[in-house]
Nanobody, 126 residues
Framework: QVQLVESGGGLAQAGGSLRLSCAAS????????MAWFRQAPGKEREFVTA????????YYADSVKGRFSISRDNAKNTVYLQMNNLKPEDTAVYYC???????????????????WGQGTQVTVSS
């Protein structure tokens, strides 16, 4: 069992930066692929970025490539999302997710992830 708690959300101006953190409980954190998804009002939850269990591979949605960066520190049981050059369309609730390191599903598949945090609000003003 893994419990995930996000932090670091808030209000930013367009062009600004925020850093989200996701702290995980449980000794098996390092064996999970981790991801960030987001959900804007009235929209479906969408993939943002993911990182493999060792951190050697990262994946990004086209909408955030070059602006967002995911990383993890397995010693601290934490995954991070650095968000730069924020845009108003990045406004959403951001969710941390953990799932199997080995799966037939892609890293961008919602159903790959068994564990979810409660979400943290990110609001970007223009």
């Amino acid at each position: 069992q893994v419990q995930l708690v996000e932090s670091g959300g808030g209000l930013a101006q367009a062009g600004g930066s925020l850093r989200l953190s996701c702290a995980a409980s449980g000794r098996t954190f390092s064996s999970y692929a981790m991801a960030w998804f987001r959900q804007a009002p009235g929209k479906e939850r969408e993939f943002v970025t993911a990182i493999s269990w060792r951190g050697g591979n990262t994946y990004y949605a086209d909408s955030v490539k070059g602006r967002f960066s995911i990383s993890r520190d397995n010693a601290k049981n934490t995954v991070y999302l650095q968000m730069n050059n924020l845009k108003p369309e990045d406004t959403a609730v951001y969710y941390c997710a953990g799932g199997s390191a080995r799966s037939g599903l892609g890293y961008d598949a919602l159903t790959r992830y068994n564990y979810w945090g409660q979400g943290t609000q990110v609001t970007v003003s223009s």
